[in-house]
Nanobody, 130 residues
Framework: VQLQASGGGLVQAGDSLKLSCVVS????????MGWFRRVPGRERQFVAA????????YYEDFVKGRFTISRDNAKNTVYLQMKNLQPGDTAVYYC????????????????????????WGQGTKVTVSS
């Protein structure tokens, strides 16, 4: 399973960016997907996650109302639309995939922990200037 993230860049405060992550796997629709970010010197931080079907989404509090996660299972792609970016959003953003089982209930705590994800992309850097 390979993940390729893209879409990062340098923007000004208040701007928007849309990150994409293409997953090379035949059974993409069986994977829940997450976005995390890391600032140098700090641990990876959960940003958002989406269930295998796309019916359920989860967000860390600091991005609620500004970021939207979505997926297109036909394109093996997960997105992170980021609006009203602030300097505090500056980080390397990583997409991650975890296999899930049909009929099994998953909860927020299942998605927010990076150790629950099996596969990771290389990261895409987002820099927000003030």
């Amino acid at each position: 399973v390979q993940l390729q993230a893209s879409g990062g860049g340098l923007v000004q405060a208040g701007d928007s960016l849309k990150l994409s992550c293409v997953v090379s796997v035949r059974t993409f629709s069986t994977y829940a997907m997450g976005w995390f970010r890391r600032v140098p010197g700090r641990e990876r931080q959960f940003v958002a996650a989406i269930s295998r079907s796309g019916d359920s989404t989860y967000y860390e509090d600091f991005v609620k109302g500004r970021f939207t996660i979505s997926r297109d299972n036909a394109k093996n792609t997960v997105y992170l639309q980021m609006k009203n970016l602030q300097p505090g959003d500056t980080a390397v953003y990583y997409c991650a995939a975890r296999p899930t089982l049909e009929g099994v209930a998953y909860y927020y705590t299942d998605y927010e922990r990076p150790e629950n994800y099996d596969y990771w992309g290389q990261g895409t850097k987002v820099t927000v200037s003030s």
